[in-house]
DNA sequence: ATCAATACGTTATAGCATAACATCGCCGCA
DNA sequence: TGCGGCGATGTTATGCTATAACGTATTGAT
């Protein structure tokens, strides 16, 4: 399970409570899933969320899963990743692979390099279903 | 320009109209984007828009592009392509640049060999600005 | 003490997408 | 000719996702 992980210590009260709730959880969650789960914590209006959220991206502690509208904690237990992240995502049961691949990034970079694109970030999904789900099946 | 594409002959009205937006304009469009272009043609409501986007990406006529809620017609005029795409996405004009990498394809395809992975689909878009907007700044 | 920077709380609103239901037109087939 | 299936259409209502705009509170440095 995802319950062990370290969290920061330098967090807000809303950015502990938001990255708790998706280290505990087995699958992403929308903005509003999180809001749901910490209106018990006081939690009332979306933007507190999603001001969390900001934040737990831009450090990498979280990551934003464009083609679900719904974010996923680091797999990453310390040293969030640098660089292009690929991020596998099962239908049947919703859990999410992170890993990189430094030939994509190289491949990405070169064809940058030639038609003189500059990167901001890029955002690789792949969705399908995972080998536990389709042994299950 | 994007005006001269050649169009199948067996769409719909809605989707003729849908396409031949996508067609014309220089950036992505949002579907409601699309349906105040398509206002004049009688177009009301939401749905109509989302059901003729729905087979034109079907057939691969046009492509939703997931990091942005939008939607732009295939830069492959006639035949569309096979496998993998990857689109460049220029924050500065919304130009959209779609291109293909086999070795990329081969890379998540052994990727999810080795991990027992079935893809359905992928996604990869690259946020940034091109060559042009650059030199222009 | 003052000030700037950052986080927080609240209400309202904007933007994206689908559910549910009725209707229409086309085509194949008795 | 009439029936039946099927896909596209039209309409209303609703739900989900995200941000604008405002004010307050906390922190931390000078
Ligand atoms: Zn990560
Ligand atoms: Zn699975
Ligand atoms: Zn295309
Ligand atoms: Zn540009």
């Known amino acids: 399970m995802a319950h062990d992980h370290a969290m920061p210590t330098d967090l807000t009260r809303n950015q502990g409570l938001v990255l708790g709730a998706l280290n505990h959880a087995p699958a992403p969650l929308s903005a509003y899933d999180i809001l749901d789960l910490l209106r018990s914590e006081g939690l009332r209006a979306p933007l507190q969320i999603y001001r969390a959220l900001d934040k737990l991206v831009e450090?990498?502690?979280?990551?934003?899963?464009?083609?679900?509208?719904?974010?996923?904690?680091?797999?990453?237990?310390?040293?969030?990743?640098?660089?292009?992240?690929?991020?596998?995502?099962?239908?049947?049961?919703?859990?999410?692979?992170?890993?990189?691949?430094?030939?994509?990034?190289?491949?990405?970079?070169?064809?940058?390099?030639?038609?003189?694109?500059?990167?901001?970030?890029?955002?690789?999904?792949?969705?399908?279903?995972?080998a536990e789900c389709l042994k299950a099946a």
């Not at 991020?87 to 491949?107: H, L, M, Q």
């Not at 064809?111 to 995972?130: D, S, V």
Request: charged share 30%; aromatic share 6%.
């Open 59 to 130: 450090r990498g502690l979280a990551h934003r899963l464009e083609s679900l509208n719904a974010f996923v904690a680091c797999a990453d237990e310390h040293c969030h990743r640098k660089g292009l992240i690929a991020f596998a995502i099962c239908e049947g049961c919703g859990k999410v692979d992170e890993f990189a691949d430094p030939v994509i990034e190289e491949r990405l970079g070169n064809w940058a390099r030639e038609t003189g694109f500059k990167t901001e970030r890029t955002t690789m999904e792949i969705r399908g279903r995972c």
